[in-house]
């Protein structure tokens, strides 16, 4: 079974405070992908990243970071200094083995009051 | 204008009346995706196209749905004989497809509002 798990249901934080959305999947394929979307309040997926199964080398673009641990079959998203934009419900998805369509998360909705 | 687009974005339509959702994806791309998604939900897999042809459709999907893509270009969604349980938001996505997977962009949107 493909399952992705996000426990988080609501986090706020205060303005320039760093916050870690959690992310875990479940696969028995050995070949899968892995993203994060962020939906701000006007509705559109936007898509923030994509890690394939082979490359577990973390990743940071400018705020955004994101700890791929397949031992503990995590894909974690920290935002550094995180700013009021950033409040959205951030998803996590799966596509593994042949599987062409997306197994999401429920989300996590970021809340950063000023 | 080189994203996906949506037509309508809004829509509010009787119970047991027909509705037909436009996506326009991303021209050089060759895999469309249709999903749902409710409030406080993630989105759910309705149904993809590779080119023209409709390579999986979700269990989920009555009868009652059905999508085309014609010339492997724009895809139609339609929804017969509307229930207020198909009241959602109608998500189009669209990504290259090849040896690998590559993201998905998702269009706005389509919120259905069934009355």
């Known amino acids: 079974a493909q399952k992705v798990t996000q426990a988080q249901t609501e986090i706020s934080v205060v303005e320039k405070e760093d916050v870690t959305l959690d992310c875990v999947y479940e696969?028995?394929?050995?070949?899968?992908?892995l993203f994060w979307y962020k939906q701000p309040p006007s509705g559109e997926l936007v898509f923030l990243i994509r890690r394939n199964s082979f490359d577990e080398q973390n990743e940071i673009s400018g705020r955004y970071s994101w700890n791929f641990q397949k031992s503990t079959s995590s894909f974690n998203f920290t935002i550094t200094a995180s700013q009021v934009v950033d409040s959205a419900v951030y998803f996590c998805?799966?596509?593994?083995?042949?599987?062409?369509?997306?197994?999401w998360g429920l989300g996590t909705s970021l809340a950063v009051n000023p | 204008d080189t994203g996906v687009s949506q037509d309508p974005r809004h829509k509010i339509t009787k119970r047991g009346q027909n509705v037909t959702f436009r996506c326009d994806p991303i021209s050089e791309h060759n895999r469309l995706y249709w999903y749902r998604q409710t409030l406080g939900q993630g989105p759910e897999f309705l149904t993809y196209?590779?080119?023209?042809?409709?390579?999986?459709k979700s269990r989920l999907l009555s009868d009652r749905f059905s999508a085309e893509r014609p010339k492997g270009s724009f895809s139609t969604l339609e929804i017969q004989r509307t229930e207020q349980g198909d009241s959602a938001m109608y998500l189009c996505a669209s990504s290259l497809g090849g040896t690998f997977n590559t993201e998905a962009f998702f269009g706005q949107g389509t919120r259905l509002t069934v009355v």
């Open positions: 998805a799966l596509m593994a083995g042949n599987n062409r369509k997306l197994i």
């Open positions: 696969t028995r394929d050995t070949t899968y992908y």
């Open positions: 196209f590779q080119n023209e042809a409709q390579l999986e």
